[in-house]
């Protein structure tokens, strides 16, 4: 049989292999999964049960119209962000995936233009290669992204749409300054593009200041934000949402009803319960405490067990620290060739980062999923596999 060319394209995203292992025994510093033991199980499983139980067979139905009550709590979140979102610009969708999916949908046809960040999250470029587009790539600075960088393409080509995670980037952890945020704003209105502002990270702050969103400096209905349960409730519930224009809001959710007819009547109400009957924002005060300290020990353990030549950042949330090598070697072929047969550890490296695939030297952990043991052990089986893997590192 002949499949589409976007096929080929999707399957060679590297989306599957951060979820590569040997065996059970295997560390794992790769998937950007929350701590299993932080799901608040008993609060969801009660919540689930009052959805299920209860007199009304209609949460069973098709149903159209996605649940208000849950969309009010929703706009009353981004309020809290600066945002003043109505109910009717809430789309709810299968996890923050779906949303970056349908985005694309919506603005891309074959060879029209995408901004992203280099390196960016290797979900997004596998939802994007679907449609096709062509990529431009922006360096990624310790502030976030390269403002002229981002200006140069614009003035160059023919550009539809900028992707950026602002906050605790996946997977550099870098936030984006509140200068750059204002100025991304300004370039889309000047050069008529639409932002997807990917907000999954942004309730995981450790330390630090929490800034504007970007939707925040939105003047033009440019912007749609992507907000997320996953990282903040359970992953396996598949709920996301989106904010955007009535029009983009309309236009996505008829794309969406084409895919999948609707999100799922139970979860929405099943989370709708959850958050009138807990404190949310105490759970992920909660979630945020571990998280601080996980990442902690990882960066405390790097420090102890890398090789100086390997250098690393201290990221203030997020899921991820970033590790940088020598230019000329390949975190691909140590994880194939060395690290996971030999140590039982593996991470993300960095080639299916970049739309590129030619930057080799970098790599992604993940510090949120592993227990303190295993961020302990996983260092320092990594710091010993460099030492030993075709010394000196640096050639």
């Given amino acids: 049989m002949n499949f589409s060319s976007r096929t080929d394209l999707t399957i060679n995203s590297g989306l599957n292999d951060i979820f590569k292992t040997r065996d059970s025994q295997t560390i794992s510093f790769a998937g950007g999964l929350p701590d299993n033991s932080l799901f608040p199980q008993k609060e969801l499983a009660q919540a689930f049960h009052e959805v299920i139980t209860n007199d009304d067979p209609s949460v069973f139905q098709y149903s159209a119209e996605q649940l208000l009550p849950l969309r009010d709590k929703i706009t009353q979140k981004m309020k809290r962000y600066g945002v003043n979102a109505k109910s009717e610009d809430i789309l709810f969708t299968q996890g923050a995936q779906q949303a970056l999916s349908l985005a694309a949908q919506l603005l891309i046809d074959k060879g029209d233009g995408i901004v992203v960040e280099a390196p960016t999250y290797v979900g997004a470029l596998a939802a994007f290669d679907a449609v096709e587009p062509s990529f431009y790539e922006v360096p990624v600075d310790n502030d976030g992204m390269n403002i002229d960088a981002l200006e140069h393409i614009l003035k160059h080509h023919e550009v539809k749409m900028i992707y950026t995670i602002p906050d605790f980037q996946n997977p550099t952890g870098v936030v ?79 794309l969406k009803g084409s895919t999948d007819i609707e999100t799922s009547s139970l979860t929405m109400h099943a989370v709708n319960d959850y958050l009138a009957a807990n404190d949310i924002d105490q759970h992920i005060d909660e979630v945020r405490n571990i998280y601080c300290q996980k990442k902690d020990l990882m960066y405390q353990a790097l420090a102890e067990n890398l090789p100086e030549e390997v250098e690393f950042n201290n990221p203030e949330g997020g899921f991820f620290i970033w590790l940088k090598l020598p230019n000329n070697f390949d975190t691909e072929e140590f994880l194939d060739q060395y690290l996971l047969p030999e140590a039982n550890v593996t991470f993300v490296p960095s080639k299916n980062l970049f739309t590129s695939k030619n930057v080799l030297n970098g790599a992604r952990l993940n510090f949120t999923q592993p227990t303190d043991e295993q961020i302990c052990e996983g260092c320092l089986r990594l710091g010993q596999a460099l030492k030993n893997y075709r010394l000196p590192i640096a050639n």
């Fill in 176 to 254: 984006m300054s509140t200068a750059k945020r204002k100025a991304i704003v300004e370039l889309a209105n000047r050069y008529d593009v639409v932002i997807v502002e990917d907000e999954a990270y942004r309730d995981l702050r450790y330390t630090g200041t929490q800034l504007p969103t970007i939707k925040q400096f939105d003047t033009q209905g440019r912007v749609i934000y992507i907000g997320s349960f996953s990282k903040i409730l359970a992953p396996a519930m598949r709920l996301g949402w989106l904010v955007a224009t009535p029009k983009m809001r309309a236009d996505l959710a008829a």
